[in-house]
């Protein structure tokens, strides 16, 4: 296993961040080596101006994922365009639990065509999915073209359980990676999502985490 701090995407993503609490995550990614830091997406511009090096991780679609396709892949091609290198969108979960897998499938590849060869991960929000919609969403998640498939927003009702990424996990073997993300407060919650088969975890108390 690699260092901890190179799973991390170091996260803010709450209503009230404000341009300092940004530039404390960067400088706090750059100090503590994490992968990179995960943001909405107005503030990738910000970041790239005020640093050039970190890797930017915006959300497309968050934190419902029930906007147009059209609006996620304008806002995901925005957000490469402003310097993020990854992009994580919410699937559209209604239409997934109403079985209308042509849209997810549709959803998910317009924005993939929008970013081209940048990652993309898709945030499927394990909580109001049973065990059989996980496995579906990330089907179409793989047939689409993304990446990753990652566990949660952390706005919802729940968020990462290492059953859930071990289900993702032995549905997309090592064709895609999986993000566990949501709720993971201490360095053996993520060890635990690391040893059900996540490649990433998504955090706030990154920090702590990886100084416990």
Do not use: W
Request: hydrophobic residues 40%; charged residues 30%; neutral net charge.
């Amino acid at each position: 296993m690699r260092k901890l701090n190179s799973y991390i995407d170091h996260t803010i993503l709450k209503a009230d961040a404000q341009i300092g609490d940004i530039k404390k995550l960067v400088d706090e990614a750059i100090a503590h080596d994490f992968y990179s830091v995960c943001v909405n997406s107005s503030f990738v511009k910000d970041i790239r101006s005020y640093n050039k090096d970190v890797r930017i991780t915006s959300v497309v679609g968050f934190p419902l994922g029930a906007m147009s396709s059209a609006a996620k892949a304008y806002e995901a091609k925005c957000a490469v365009g402003d310097g993020a290198s990854e992009i994580d969108m919410v699937i559209a979960v209604g239409r997934l639990k109403d079985k209308d897998y042509d849209y997810v499938l549709r959803d998910i590849k317009a924005v993939k065509d929008a970013i081209g060869e940048k990652i993309l991960k898709v945030i499927i929000e394990t909580c109001l999915l049973t065990d059989d919609e996980i496995v579906k969403a990330c089907e179409l998640s793989e047939k689409a073209g993304a990446d990753f498939v990652k566990t949660s927003t952390g706005f919802s009702t729940g968020g990462a359980k290492a059953c859930h990424v071990r289900l993702m996990k032995k549905t997309v073997g090592d064709r895609l990676r999986v993000k566990a993300s949501g709720g993971i407060h201490n360095k053996k919650e993520a060890l635990e999502m690391i040893e059900a088969g996540a490649d990433r975890i998504g955090a706030s108390k990154s920090i702590e985490i990886c100084e416990q």
